[in-house]
């Protein structure tokens, strides 16, 4: 197999092409996307018609894989999996629908966060041809290196908040929230540094995010709002983005340390959306 990376010319992403993610991947060609990966922040692979077997062998090439606690979203069969849809049945959503309607980057308010999530298409929502729900990303370690020095200087030491209920209380659907609440409550919030070091590649991460961050601590309530606002306007900045126009079995995977994502919700309700996403919550060392 010839693997070419193939950057999206944005601060972050990169279309992995020529590797078929159905049958094991050797070594090298292992090696190689796992680098780009690093590299890239966001790796998407197009027309990969996975099982989801396949789905969870890819994945956990990468780390463990966490199995969420948020059990009402999981896959009946394969609990590695966390179901992304806006389908009903019996008058259920049959996973997470409003996924990704604010900045944030997964499994922020534990204390071991998610280091990888890797999210595959199996019915994309199209209106007049075009397909919609699209999600973008952020490179939160580009977003730091241009912070200026002084700015940067502030940040050190800083700790930060991060909840699950901040996330919730900004939803107005009551539904979602008691069931999250109930199943989440022993990992509802956690405390992170402002500036993370990546655990692979040690770049430094603006770890604040519009969803998950509710203070940063020690500092009065005042100052820490508008902290928080000021960092997240600047993570989401259009120079540090890479926006994901999905494709039917597009399998689309992101480093949660070095971005930060949200999903778009401009397809009518009705417009089905199905989505897979797996969880790598420790990095296997390179190889
Ligand atoms: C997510 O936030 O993990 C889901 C993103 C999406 O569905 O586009």
């Known amino acids: 197999m010839t693997i ?7 601060a972050l992403g990169a279309e992995v092409i020529g590797a078929d993610l159905c049958t094991p991947l050797s070594e090298p060609d292992f090696a190689a996307i796992r680098e780009a990966f690093y590299t890239h922040e966001v790796l998407f692979f197009r027309g990969q018609e996975l099982t989801d077997e396949d789905h969870i062998r890819f994945s956990a090439r990468f780390g463990t894989l966490r199995q969420l606690k948020l059990t009402n979203v999981l896959h009946a069969h394969h609990p590695q999996i966390m179901v992304i849809s806006n389908i009903k049945k019996d008058g ?3 996973g997470a629908y409003d996924a990704g309607v604010f900045w944030h980057t997964d499994g922020a308010y534990l204390k071991s966060p998610h280091a990888i999530s890797a999210l595959r298409a199996l019915i994309v929502p199209q209106v007049d041809g075009r397909v919609l729900g699209d999600t973008k ?3 939160v370690s580009k977003a730091y290196d241009a912070l200026p020095a002084a700015i940067k200087q502030r940040l050190e030491g800083l700790q930060a908040l991060h909840s699950i209920m901040f996330r919730l209380k900004q939803t107005l659907d009551s539904g979602i929230k008691k069931d999250y609440g109930a199943a989440v409550k022993a990992d509802l ?4 540094p402002v500036v993370r070091v990546h655990p692979v590649n040690e770049r430094k991460c603006l770890y604040v995010t519009e969803g998950y961050t509710e203070k940063i601590l020690g500092l009065p309530g005042d100052e820490s709002r508008d902290l928080i606002k000021e960092l997240t306007a600047h993570c989401i900045k259009p ?3 890479y926006r994901h126009n999905w494709r039917q079995h597009d399998l689309v ?11 778009t919700f401009d397809y009518p309700a009705e417009t089905p959306r199905l989505m897979h996403r797996t969880t790598v919550v420790s990095q296997a060392a390179a190889a």
């Open 4 to 10: 070419q990376i193939k950057p999206s010319g944005c």
């Open 92 to 94: 259920q959503y049959i």
């Open 137 to 139: 990303f952020v490179s």
């Open 189 to 192: 919030e956690a405390v992170h």
């Open 239 to 241: 120079e540090f983005q």
């Open 253 to 263: 995977m992101w480093d949660d340390c070095a971005t930060q994502h949200q999903a």
